[in-house]
């Protein structure tokens, strides 16, 4: 079984020694009861991982020696998901599952026929949940890079995403062309849309389309919005070569 992995600032995975305290090591020490002699990884969550072996456990940290240090370069393409808001709990699910499969960026997006709407001190609480759901599920996937979880986007600005990205699909169920179809660019940004569950509005399709989006059909079933971006991500990082 892999070791498990923890948040450290990037300037003390440089050091011989690290102490891990605050949040990660009162886990890492009180829950985790991780002793002396027990291997542990270490990562900024941009890309430093740090393999360590603990010398020393305290009731809320952990004094690590750092064996070895691994850079892991940028991802190319680097993926994008943008997210219609789902209902309920099942945007904290395509945010786990699609951080767990890849992916590298998730902007929530506010469509017109998104149900749920994000706004003042309910939409700051909601993005909170996600990053901190995007946290724990990039630590539980062993992950270096964690993605980033991208401010609430309007369509206005998912289609200057578009528009400035290497390659962009958008996923509908009415689309000819087939999500597997699709040759991915080797660099820059690859940007897919998930529309929420009432379906893309037409003028938000012109608008995409407009701006370089090409609608495709992710398969020949119909999937939920929260289960949709892990699908499509998972064809496109095997199409990439980075699966």
Do not use: Y
């Not at 072996?53 to 943008?82: C, D, F, I, M, N």
């Not at 699709?182 to 509005?201: K, M, Q, R, S």
Request: with cysteine.
């Amino acid at each position: 079984m892999s070791p498990p992995v923890f948040l450290a600032d990037g300037a003390a995975l440089e050091r011989a020694a690290v102490v891990l305290d605050g949040p990660e090591g009162r886990h890492a020490a009180a829950v985790r009861r991780l002793r002396a002699g027990e291997r542990v990884d270490l990562t900024d969550g941009a890309g430093l991982l740090a393999e360590c072996v603990v010398t020393g456990a305290g009731k809320v940290s952990l004094t690590l020696e750092v064996l070895a240090r691994h850079r892991e370069p940028p991802p190319a393409p680097r993926l994008v998901v943008v997210q219609a808001l789902p209902k309920g709990d099942r945007g904290e699910l395509a945010v786990e599952t699609m951080t767990e499969v890849g992916v590298d960026e998730i902007v929530p997006w506010s469509a017109a026929r998104c149900v749920t709407q994000w706004k003042a001190e309910r939409g700051a609480k909601a993005l909170a949940r996600w990053r901190s759901t995007a946290r724990e599920a990039g630590k539980q996937a062993r992950r270096a890079r964690l993605p980033e979880v991208a401010d609430l986007a309007s369509t206005k600005a998912v289609a200057a995403r578009i528009a400035g990205a290497a390659g962009a699909v958008v996923l509908h169920e009415e689309a000819a062309e087939p999500l597997s179809a699709v040759a991915p660019p080797t660099a820059g940004d690859l940007v897919v849309v998930v529309g929420p569950e009432g379906g893309i509005a037409p003028e938000e399709l012109e608008a995409f389309a407009d701006a370089g989006g090409r609608a495709v059909r992710l398969g020949p079933t119909v999937l939920r919005t929260s289960t949709a971006g892990v699908a499509a991500a998972s064809v496109l990082l095997a199409a990439t070569g980075r699966w």
